[in-house]
């Protein structure tokens, strides 16, 4: 058995990496996109949090959210997300990935990774290392030579805010030192 922990802080700021069954992608799909917009959006209608910044790329996604003040329940938030996503793209016909005997009686499906990493973000500096990973991300898997041509991106509403010029990433890759989570 796994020693493996999660760190829950009330009212925190998470970064997470959640990934599609043995990578498929799924993601490059627009029904997918559109289908996991929505279940993104009923949880939040549900159960609250402010989805601070993501990236979707075509096997996984990074996200950074802020939980409401007194609330640390982000697992349930995103058993929602990955199950609202699974029975509509499985209702639609989506193609599944194939899961062991083992998988199937604990009721997984071939669309998601069991697990998921998370990370608690610590103060601002570490908040910024984590923003600029998840903007930078389709430059560094090259699906996009420049951050601004990818559109599955938080990172278009961050240049309209004045956070990010359009150009940024595309010349030097961001200061990530001891960031990789994929």
Known sequence: MSDYRRW???GGTYFFTVVTCHRY????DPSARRLLGEAFRQTQIDRPFELFAIVLLWDHLHCIWNLPPGDTDYPSRWKAIKDRFTADWLDTGG???PVTDSQKRRGNRG???RRYREHVVR???DLEKHFDYTHFNPVKHEYASRVVDWPW??????VK???YPADWGSSAQPHLDGL???
């Open 8 to 10: 829950f802080v009330e």
């Open 25 to 28: 992608p799924f993601f490059r």
């Open 95 to 97: 193609h599944e990935e």
């Open 111 to 113: 669309i998601w990774q």
């Open 123 to 125: 103060d601002e500096d």
């Open 153 to 158: 991106s938080s990172f278009h509403r961050y």
């Open 161 to 163: 805010s004045g956070h």
């Open 180 to 182: 990789d989570f994929e």
